[in-house]
């Protein structure tokens, strides 16, 4: 009955979903919340009750905390990253394009550049309208509509840690976390 589950190959191909949903028919849950929502179905209320290991109330109370500390940790990554993005690398992003001011070497910089403050902004928006509401309806903000924002500000970011001068990145960038340790000068 559990042999479903058992999988010896590689759990990050592409096939693995497809045979896991289809083949198996385990079900796939791609996020915390909908783990979450899954944990505290009524079959697991039953199951967890039978076994008098969680009553159906500390199930209900054990996942309302799960989803409450999903979203407080969403909320904290989410507010580090824009008190990051607007003290530390747009003051650094604006000092690289101060460079090439008058020139024509600046590339695309200008346009790389503002699309972070875009980004910067939407997300601050997101943020800001997040409205008191269930713990789960908060948490689905978090990951339905605060943490798509939050990973299209870091591709702006990475994109612009390829332009700007390395003397000017105010943090350690892939390649000194990577490599540092084996050259002085990168």
Not at 33 to 48: C, H, M, R, T, Y
Not at 58 to 74: K, P, V
Not at 94 to 117: F, N, P
């Amino acid at each position: 009955e559990n042999l479903n589950i058992v999988f010896n190959g590689n759990g990050y191909s592409p096939e693995w979903p497809i045979e896991a949903k289809e083949k198996r028919g385990l079900k796939i849950l791609t996020t915390t919340v909908d783990a979450l929502d899954e944990l505290n179905s009524d079959k697991n209320k039953e199951l967890f009750s039978s076994l008098k290991v969680l009553s159906p109330v500390e199930l209900d109370a054990l996942t309302t905390i799960q989803y409450e500390r999903y979203t407080e940790d969403a909320r904290i990554e989410a507010e580090t990253m824009i008190d990051m993005v607007n003290q530390h690398f747009l003051p650094a992003c604006a000092k690289d394009l101060k460079t090439y001011m008058g020139t024509k070497l600046g590339g695309s910089r200008e346009k790389v550049y503002g699309a972070i403050q875009e980004s910067t902004d939407a997300l601050r928006a997101c943020v800001d309208a997040w409205k008191e509401a269930t713990p789960k309806e908060a948490a689905r903000y978090a990951q339905s509509t605060v943490k798509p924002a939050m990973d299209e500000l870091r591709i702006k970011v990475d994109t612009a840690e390829r332009l700007i001068e390395k003397s000017l990145y105010p943090f350690p960038t892939y390649l000194d976390m990577l490599f540092n340790h084996h050259a002085t000068i990168l």
